[in-house]
């Protein structure tokens, strides 16, 4: 969750000029929890 908390930090500190990072945000964040999804199977 750390990552999603940086990531909107981000994305209101610097506007809307930051999709290209939100998206490679949200897609971190995705990876993280099917990753984490797996350990727990």
Do not use: H, Q, R, W
């Not at 969750?1 to 998206?23: F, R």
């Amino acid at each position: 969750m750390g990552g999603t908390v940086m990531y909107y930090e981000t994305k209101y500190k610097t506007g809307k000029g930051a999709i290209l990072p939100s998206v490679i945000g949200i897609m971190a964040d995705v990876i993280l929890i099917i990753v984490l999804s797996f350990n727990l199977l």
